[in-house]
Each structure stands twice: as structure tokens, then as C-alpha cells.
């Protein structure tokens, strides 16, 4: 079993910054890596994901050239940094481990609780 344990969140405005981390229980090592966000009313989204290594990244239309996914697994720890953050960003984000970095939330085995992040305009 891993436990993750997110943080960073919060109330932002239009255009900042924030990141989030991830810290995990254990060795993440042999775990892909990913942040999805759930906004009120609607199904939980793929936002970034990263390979076991951290070579390999991953984005939705909605995270590129705007978000940085990344990870030390010396620190067990996942990163998703957030610039030029919009109103349609406001959800909960929950990082997610899983065998390989998928778009899919049903390819992750392991979640975190969440952190709130609100963009306010």
C-alpha cells in the first residue's frame, strides 16, 4: 500500500502560480505518476502524468505549455507546478500512482485525498 498526501492548494487569482505536492508513504519508485482535478458537477480529469523515471511527461490540451508535472523519487515526492492559472482551473486535484503514466483514472491503483485549488477572476 502507498498513501499519498497532497498539499499547495488554495485561493489564487487569475494568472498566478501554484504547486502542488505529492508526498508518498513509500518508494515511488515503481510507480507511474499522475495529477487529475475534479471540478463541482463534473467527472474527475486527466491533468498530467509522468513515467517512473520522470523522462517521460504527459499533458492535457488544458495543462500544456501551463503546468509541470515532476518527481523525485529520492524524496517520494511528485510536483505539479501551475502558472497562468484561469477560473476553469478551480478543482480538486488528487495525485495518483499507478503501473504506467495513462490518462485513464482507472489505470491507478494508489490516490490521494486532495488538495482545493480556486482561481478567483
Known amino acids: 500500500q502507498v498513501q499519498l498526501e497532497e498539499s499547495g492548494g488554495g485561493l489564487v487569482q487569475v494568472g498566478g502560480s501554484l504547486t502542488l505536492s505529492c508526498v508518498a508513504s513509500?518508494?515511488?519508485?515503481?510507480?507511474?505518476m499522475g495529477w487529475f482535478r475534479q471540478a463541482p458537477g463534473k467527472e474527475r480529469e486527466f491533468v498530467a502524468a509522468?513515467?517512473?523515471?520522470?523522462?517521460?511527461?504527459y499533458y492535457a490540451d488544458s495543462a500544456k505549455g501551463r503546468f509541470t508535472i515532476s518527481r523525485d523519487n529520492t524524496k517520494n515526492v511528485v510536483w505539479l507546478h501551475m502558472n497562468s492559472l484561469k477560473p476553469e482551473d478551480t478543482a480538486i486535484y488528487s495525485c495518483?500512482?499507478?503501473?504506467?503514466?495513462?490518462?485513464?483514472?482507472?489505470?491507478?491503483?494508489?490516490w490521494g485525498q486532495g488538495t482545493q485549488v480556486t482561481v478567483s477572476s
Open positions: 495518483a500512482g499507478g503501473a504506467v503514466p495513462r490518462t485513464s483514472p482507472g489505470n491507478y491503483v494508489y
Open positions: 509522468l513515467s517512473r523515471t520522470g523522462l517521460n511527461t
Open positions: 513509500r518508494h515511488i519508485i515503481n510507480y507511474a
